[in-house]
């Protein structure tokens, strides 16, 4: 069984875009620009928006935070979308997830300029990324294809069971492995029987946010096990969907959680500012 790195890959891919961003500042003079807007008091929320603000600073991207309240109207939230989307100095616009409830999430995410829309959620780059044409791509989907890149895992005529339908994770997951050509499963809530897929599946990525959901007898020997989940558990730890001291043995390759695909996602936040601020230049040129 071997553990896939996600903080060394993802370590990896911050000091090359760093290298990428020097070199765009000084022959361009053209700063990656990244504005993330977060909406109301979750905790969790702002740890994120707090480490993407850092990891922002560390490969010397511009980046501004725009905090508002919980009370906050729709029309003021895309108020502040329309003014970042025509802010030159702007190459991504991230809106942190969850809104509040008087918040219509879909209308907030459509406002956003899809040039801009480095989190890969506006229906523009949906459609593309279907259609396989180029496109900004959900950031944790992402981060899992550049893992099976790095560790040469050969995703053709595979097949892998998506745990997870979710717009952020298990669709665009599920469209990026069929432009692998692999053969996709995908399960969700309503899935009569779960282990009847996974069971069979030469790859399993999961990601619904059920402290280990996918146990021992889920997966065939051998199979590899991209776990996606992140849960904090009654004595404080954290924890993935899949149960790891088990699953893990009968594995080829493994994430664990933390320190496998969490770190990817704000690795691949990075390299779609850099790809917009690229498109930038050459728009310019």
């Known amino acids: 069984m071997q553990r896939i790195d996600g903080k060394a890959l993802s370590n990896k891919i911050k000091e090359n875009i760093k290298v990428e961003t020097t070199q765009l500042i000084e022959e361009q003079n053209i700063v990656p620009g990244l504005a993330v807007v977060i909406v109301g008091d979750d905790p969790a929320s702002r740890a994120y928006v707090g480490m993407k603000a850092k990891a922002c600073k560390a490969v010397g991207f511009y980046s501004i935070v725009h905090e508002m309240p ?72 992402l981060g899992v294809m550049e893992m099976f890149k790095e560790y040469n895992i050969d995703l053709q005529g595979k097949d892998v069971c998506v745990v997870g339908a979710s717009n952020i994770v298990g669709k665009p997951m599920a469209s990026l492995l069929l432009n692998a050509n692999a053969t996709v499963t995908v399960t969700h809530i309503f899935t009569k029987d779960l282990k009847a897929h996974t069971s069979k599946a030469d790859i399993v990525v999961v990601g619904v946010g059920v402290p280990k959901l996918i146990k021992e007898d889920m997966v065939k020997k051998g199979a590899i096990v991209i776990d996606i989940g992140i849960n904090r558990i009654e004595d404080g730890s954290l924890v993935g969907d899949v149960d790891f001291e088990n699953v893990s043995k009968k594995c080829s390759y493994i994430t664990p959680v933390p320190g496998g695909v969490g770190p990817m996602t704000i690795a691949m936040l990075l390299s779609n500012t850099l790809k917009s601020a690229k498109n930038r230049l050459s728009k310019e040129n």
């Open 70 to 141: 919980e009370t906050i109207t729709q029309d003021e939230i895309i108020e502040t979308i329309k003014m970042m989307n025509n802010n030159p100095r702007i190459d991504g616009i991230l809106v942190q997830l969850p809104l509040p409830k008087q918040i219509d999430t879909n209308k907030i995410l459509e406002v956003i300029d899809p040039a801009k829309d480095v989190d890969g959620f506006h229906a523009y780059n949906v459609g593309r990324l279907t259609t396989g044409l180029d496109s900004f791509v959900a950031c944790t989907p």
